[in-house]
């Protein structure tokens, strides 16, 4: 479950990212009903809430509306974890732990990241 999402909420972003493409209220229903019971109200509900939390915009179409991300969801996590790391009291530690922390695939992909991520700060 991403931080500060419930569990239904973290769902219908992951579905609203996968989609790549707007979708309605009802075409996001009828997918979650292949896996569970849930009320059209209870999305309608949800995603409204996620349209508030700006996580998901909204255009009008007809008397419905159809929503899609706002940012991707590479995005929205490093958002989250900047959010993290700023509220940690130690920035350098709490990056040192992490790091500490990291599998080797992940130690990977900080690599090639670092690759591709331009310098910042200091002189070259």
Request: charged share 25%; proline share 4%.
């Amino acid at each position: 479950m991403m931080r500060g999402l419930g569990e239904l909420e973290s769902t219908l972003m992951d579905r609203m990212w996968a989609r790549r493409r707007p979708a309605s209220v009802r075409e996001v229903l009828e997918e979650l009903q292949q896996e569970r019971t849930i009320a059209y109200t209870t999305v309608m509900t949800v995603m409204d809430k996620l349209h508030a939390k700006g996580l998901l915009k909204r255009k009008p179409v007809g008397r419905a509306y159809i929503y899609e991300p706002v940012s991707s969801k590479e995005a929205y996590t490093a958002d989250q974890m900047r959010a993290v790391l700023a509220g940690s009291g130690n920035q350098a530690a709490t990056l040192v732990h992490f790091l500490e922390r990291l599998t080797p695939e992940e130690t990977t992909a900080l690599q090639a990241a670092l690759q591709v991520f331009p310098h910042r700060g200091g002189s070259t």
